[in-house]
């Protein structure tokens, strides 16, 4: 895929995405801009030869006698392996793919406003809340501040605000105190993975089922 | 025939001749990489139970270095069944021209590690799993195993030149999986002064190149 990307998740992410300890909403988010972004999937490979060298120079602890002889085994009986599942991706990062396929939490798109749809997913936190956002050609969202983090990833066509335009695979970070007034090109509608730190955390698992919580103030 | 999967797609090498192997410097410089395509191609027990040897106490120790939220004490020989079951199953996918065998189980390591941590920790329902997260596209300019070995002997000449507290901090993100919060709750510096620092020690090893040399 040719990098096209201008806009990209700073250093420290990369690096705490590369040690693992990078929060799930925004793995994800880091995982949808590498599916786009060849510079960054350098980087992370110069990142993980860090990981790889740290794990070399662990102090080794010795594993049992037999541990092979029962590391094979178990191989044996359980058979051969089944072939990676490989569902069908449209050309969607991977993640996003699999987010599609098994946790959105409607399987339809929501109205948020005149010109932007939402599809909610379920990830097993609840710091963010992470969704596809719609917004239609040429449509202008209202103009919103941010009260937390958000974290977006262009998956499809392009949209602009005040600054710039961003186009597939940028990664957009969203401070608090930040406001814009994102529009969609006029030539296509525009999908992208965002995760929005909500202000509200639901207390039960059901929390999720809860009314939705409008992230653009359609005033 | 080992080395089939490296030929097919190198633009490079001369394609005359179709019993072609690894260079003899290319053989030398990584016998892991070389043993983990064996056991890719031909499911070799016999490289399966060297890679075995090398990185099972590797890996054990990998996992003690983190008593993160979830650790329990059987999760060292856990994590290097599950590690080692994975490498066994995905050998064939591997990719000697994207990453040397090294980095490659260290990722599966990293993987594995985070969720066998967060099924301990998280009672909620994941849908993803942490190496869902590492399915990017093959890229297309290989890296040959020689130039990987070099860059990889940097980064541990390199590693053994930091001061300690460069040092230091880069053991807690990698090696004991502690995330910038974390590390700056421990060390009692703040959050900006651990991040700074983790980027000052990976400009130092040349693996990311500071803003400032950029412009």
New interface residues.
Partial sequence: ?INSTNHHPD??ML??????????AA??C??AH??YC?SC???L????????????????????DD??DS??E??DT?GK?KP?ENTPSDDL???VN??IN??LISKNWKRLSSSVDVAR?????EEFEVALHKICAGGKTPKHGHEGLEYTVVLKGSFSDENAVYREGDFLLRQPGDVHQPMGAQNGECICLSALSAPIVPTS?LGFLMKPWLRINPM | MITSKIRNTSPNRPTGNPVATLNNSEKRSDQWSQLLISVGENRDRRAFAQLFEHFGPLLKGFAHASRNEGWFPGLGDDLVQEVMIKVWNKAAGYNAEKASATTWIYTVARNCRIDMLRRKSNTQHLPLENEDYWHEPDEVTPISLLQQKRSEDKVQASLAQLPKEQDQILRKVYLEGKSHAEASAELGLPLGTVKSRVRLALQKMQIIVSKEAQE
């Fill in positions: 895929m250093e420290n690096i705490e995405f590369s040690a693992g300890t990078l929060e799930t793995s994800i880091v995982s590498l599916h060849s999937r350098a980087k490979l110069r990142l993980d030869q860090v990981g790889s060298q740290m794990m070399s120079e662990a102090e080794p602890i010795d594993v049992a541990a092979f590391l094979m178990k191989i359980a392996a990676e990062p991977f993640s699999k987010l098994t946790s997913f379920k990830t097993g936190q698992p």
